[in-house]
T-cell receptor, first 110, second 115 residues
Framework: GENVEQHPSTLSVQEGDSAVIKCTYSDSASNYFPWYKQELGKGPQLIIDIRSNVGEKKDQRIAVTLNKTAKHFSLHITETQPEDSAVYFCAASDFNKFYFGSGTKLNVKP | GAGVSQSPSNKVTEKGKDVELRCDPISGHTALYWYRQSLGQGLEFLIYFQGNSAPDKSGLPSDRFSAERTGGSVSTLTIQRTQQEDSAVYLC?????????????FGPGTRLTVL
């Protein structure tokens, strides 16, 4: 089955700096890669996603890149703000089965 | 409109007891997912429903776990003879179900503690 690895497990940045979270996957059949933000006591919330036929996608301060050949994808957050502090999860999907990374706890220091 | 709701929000039970966890998806969403999140870990896929049927049950950890969905809406995850390793947050998500890439909307989860 699919195996998704996510790094780093914790990330601390200064407000205004950029943050990058990286994931790798093992199954070349995976074709959809969403990213989720989870705040304490809440369920994950989709923040951006990318499909396998696209190399990069941006939405304001958030961007995701995908390298299908190397089987890795990354989340980039620019101009970080304290409200970006949360746990971020990557996931890989083939059809309707989703495999999640172990999460990155992002702390943005004011 | 209302999001995905789950009940109870917290459940404490004794080892060996059965528990039922409930998920109410967003109205009109035909796809429903169950995940398990252990402390400090990522989400582990358990089962997926399209309508009332579950095409793939391979994520269920053991035969003590079962799930059903009735009327294409509410779903119940049942854990029989609970064990301490079942302690986790159980999350439910729903989506429109028209495509595999439809956005999943998550509920707040049920925190299960097995003593």
């Amino acid at each position: 089955g699919e195996n998704v690895e996510q790094h780093p497990s914790t990330l601390s940045v200064q407000e205004g700096d950029s943050a990058v979270i990286k994931c790798t996957y093992s199954d070349s059949a995976s074709n959809y890669f969403p990213w989720y933000k989870q705040e304490l006591g809440k369920g994950p919330q989709l923040i951006i996603d990318i499909r396998s036929n696209v190399g990069e996608k941006k939405d304001q301060r958030i961007a995701v890149t995908l390298n299908k050949t190397a089987k890795h994808f990354s989340l980039h957050i620019t101009e970080t703000q304290p409200e970006d502090s949360a746990v971020y999860f990557c996931a890989a999907s083939d059809f309707n089965k989703f495999y999640f990374g172990s999460g990155t706890k992002l702390n943005v220091k004011p | 409109g209302a999001g995905v709701s789950q009940s109870p929000s917290n459940k404490v039970t004794e080892k060996g007891k059965d528990v039922e966890l409930r998920c109410d998806p967003i109205s009109g969403h035909t796809a429903l997912y169950w995940y398990r999140q252990s402390l400090g870990q990522g989400l582990e896929f358990l089962i997926y429903f399209q309508g009332n049927s579950a095409p793939d049950k391979s994520g269920l950890p053991s035969d003590r776990f079962s799930a059903e969905r009735t009327g294409g809406s509410v779903s119940t995850l049942t854990i029989q003879r609970t064990q301490q390793e079942d302690s986790a947050v159980y999350l439910c998500a729903s989506s429109l179900g028209k495509r595999a890439t439809d956005t999943q909307y998550f509920g707040p989860g049920t925190r299960l503690t097995v003593l």
